[in-house]
């Protein structure tokens, strides 16, 4: 019975030792669905197929992974993070990650200024996307024009409309900034663009999703015509022999996602390593033609097909993100009190 025990023990020892050895090196975050295949093809294998390091791809959510990585700052579960502008002043102000500057990422120089700007000299963004229409062309033969007419069309039963819930990472910024801009005083003044939510769920002509495949599925299902949802996201399902789906930007424009990166503070110096491969000139030609994004890197060459989707620096809405967060739980706990979803 003894010598079994022994046995045991050294089959678990031996087990844990292996799981160990193959271990990930590199621990970075990333978007599911679609943005995730294309952010392992484009960056994630380039950096192994580098440095042959193991990179470990945790999805999730922006606050979620902020969470983490302040539960354990010591020794934090993320070495790498992927989020939004909002949650990125988030991650500064509270000490999580490290500056940097061309000596440690050498392809920053690479990167448009203003776009490099919105890292504060904490991060930089990879690309962005607007937050617009996605819709079926068979199905809503009279797009909307603006965001006024959208909310309208969508209370006077022209289509059947899907929103983000309070869960999803475009709706603080996406939605109630972009409302609060459109029918508000100012961005401190959401209660006006609320009440529009309000109205459009009164008319039972309006779902919620809370992660990014479902309003692809209820699109094709013909359970929903029209959604507000990302520009390259919608892009690349009409480009997967779905050529119904189409998209566009709203008036006076649709809010901009720069999605930023950064290096965790006392995660491993790797993360520097792999942050240069994301502002590479191939790693972001790859990303932007295949997510239909706008990189930050200055020398990306669009393919013809991508060209002319891709947002424009020049006509995208581009919010005070540090507004957003200021804002954000004051603007998380109305919408929790009033639309519960």
């Known amino acids: 019975m003894l010598k079994q025990k022994y046995r045991a023990f050294f089959f678990a020892a031996t087990l844990a030792a292996g799981?160990?050895?193959?271990?990930?090196?590199?621990t970075v975050t990333a978007y599911g669905g679609s943005w995730e295949k294309v952010y392992r093809?484009?960056?994630?294998?380039?950096?192994?197929?580098?440095?042959?390091?193991?990179?470990?791809?945790?999805?999730?959510?922006?606050m979620q992974w902020v969470n983490q990585i302040s539960a354990n700052p010591a020794k934090p579960p993320i070495d790498v993070i992927v989020g939004l502008a909002d949650t990125g002043l988030i991650l500064k102000?509270?000490?999580?990650?490290?500056?940097?500057?061309?000596?440690?990422?050498?392809?920053?120089?690479?990167?448009?200024?203003?776009m490099l700007a919105y890292g504060n000299g904490y991060g930089?963004?990879?690309?962005?996307?607007n937050f617009g229409l996605m819709y079926s062309k068979s199905r809503v033969k009279n797009p909307p024009k603006s965001w006024e007419e959208f909310v309208e069309g969508t209370v006077n039963g022209d289509w059947q409309a899907?929103?983000?819930?309070?869960?999803?990472?475009?709706?603080?910024?996406?939605?109630?900034?972009?409302?609060?801009?459109?029918?508000?005083?100012?961005?401190?003044?959401?209660?006006?663009?609320?009440?529009?939510?309000?109205?459009?769920?009164?008319?039972?002509?309006?779902?919620?999703?809370?992660?990014?495949?479902?309003?692809?599925?209820?699109?094709?299902?013909?359970?929903?015509?029209?959604?507000?949802?990302?520009?390259?996201?919608?892009?690349?399902?009409?480009?997967?022999?779905?050529?119904?789906?189409?998209?566009?930007?709203?008036?006076?424009?649709?809010?901009?996602?720069?999605?930023?990166?950064?290096?965790?503070?006392?995660?491993?110096p790797l993360g520097y390593e792999f942050m240069n491969v994301i502002a590479s000139d191939e790693g972001q030609t790859c990303f932007a033609n295949k997510m239909g994004y706008s990189a930050s890197n200055m020398n990306v060459k669009y393919d013809d097909k991508v060209k002319p989707r891709v947002a424009s620096d020049e006509t995208s809405l581009w919010l005070p993100f540090a507004d957003i967060a200021r804002n954000t739980?004051?603007?998380?706990?109305?919408?929790?009190?009033?639309?519960?979803?």
Request: aromatic share 8%.
């Open 19 to 26: 799981t160990a050895a193959h271990a990930a090196d590199l």
């Open 41 to 62: 093809e484009c960056f994630v294998q380039p950096f192994e197929a580098k440095t042959g390091k193991k990179v470990d791809v945790i999805l999730g959510s922006p």
């Open 93 to 114: 102000e509270r000490g999580l990650v490290d500056p940097i500057t061309s000596k440690e990422i050498p392809n920053l120089d690479h990167l448009k200024p203003h």
């Open 124 to 129: 930089f963004p990879i690309a962005y996307g």
């Open 162 to 268: 899907a929103l983000p819930g309070i869960s999803y990472v475009g709706t603080v910024q996406g939605l109630m900034g972009l409302f609060a801009k459109i029918y508000g005083k100012d961005l401190d003044d959401v209660q006006p663009g609320l009440d529009q939510v309000k109205r459009m769920i009164k008319s039972g002509n309006v779902t919620f999703y809370s992660e990014p495949n479902s309003p692809l599925v209820a699109m094709k299902s013909g359970d929903i015509d029209i959604a507000m949802y990302y520009d390259g996201r919608a892009w690349a399902e009409h480009d997967a022999n779905n050529p119904d789906i189409s998209y566009l930007d709203p008036k006076p424009g649709a809010v901009s996602f720069p999605t930023m990166v950064q290096k965790v503070k006392n995660g491993s």
């Open 329 to 341: 739980p004051k603007w998380v706990e109305l919408w929790n009190k009033q639309i519960g979803r």
